[in-house]
């Protein structure tokens, strides 16, 4: 594989549609997420014991990544790999990690707008539940313990958006495109336009 990388100002690689899964799986072992690498329809399977050697190393590239493209979480598949792993930024900023997730509904219904890293500059109106409970696994460093809890409105909906991934569903499969023009902004200390919507 050729070492000159070409990353957009999005911190995005260049994946040329040849490439084979193992150089993809190079360019993403560099740290930086591939906007188009088929995730969909791709379902992940359960992290077991035999994958505990790995996980540090995950976690460490999906913070390296959603840091990178300013995310606000990010499911493993999207780094290209199928296992059921997601990060979370949490209130005090740091990330949470989340093994192993199920979650179930718990209220109403309602319209959200998100972003997708995986879909850069796309943005979709989504039905999504208003909370959600969930069962799920933390990585202390040796083992994964046990969590249990609600969560409702943006944390419900991180939940909802990336445990969607770890089943091979995007939004821009189960979403409708929002016009550029009606996508939440605001102005920002130059006047440039910032988007206000969470990038998932
Ligand atoms: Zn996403």
Same mark, same amino acid.
């Given at each position: 594989? /050729? ?7 999005? =911190?995005?690689?260049?994946? &040329? ?7 993809? /799986? ?13 995730? &969909? ?22 913070? +390296? ?18 296992? /059921?792993?997601?990060?979370?930024? @949490? ?15 718990? =209220? ?31 990585? @202390? ?12 409105? +943006? ?6 958006? &990336? ?25 920002? &200390? /130059? ?10």
């Amino acid at each position: 594989m /050729n070492e000159t990388v070409e990353v957009d100002d999005r =911190g995005n690689v260049a994946v &040329e549609a040849e490439m084979t899964l193992e150089e993809k /799986n190079a360019q993403l072992a560099r740290g930086y997420i591939v906007p188009g690498i088929d995730i &969909e329809g791709v379902v992940c399977s359960d992290v077991t014991e035999e994958d505990f050697g790995e996980i540090d190393d995950w976690i460490e590239r999906m913070k +390296f990544v959603c840091d990178s493209l300013n995310g606000a979480g990010l499911a493993l598949t999207q780094i290209g790999v199928a296992k /059921n792993v997601i990060i979370k930024k @949490n209130e005090k900023g740091e990330y949470d990690t989340i093994i192993n997730p199920i979650i179930y509904r718990n =209220g109403g219904k309602v319209k959200t707008i998100e972003g997708c890293l995986s879909y850069p500059d796309e943005f979709y109106h989504l039905v999504r539940f208003k909370s959600v409970g969930y069962v799920y696994y933390d990585w @202390n460093g040796k083992d994964l313990v046990k969590r249990t809890g609600k969560v409702k409105r +943006f944390d419900s909906f991180v939940f909802q958006h &990336e445990t969607d991934h770890l089943k091979g569903i995007t939004i821009a499969m189960k979403g409708a495109l929002v016009d550029a023009d009606k996508v939440p902004k605001s102005t920002g &200390e /130059n006047g440039e336009e910032i988007i206000r919507v969470p990038q998932l």
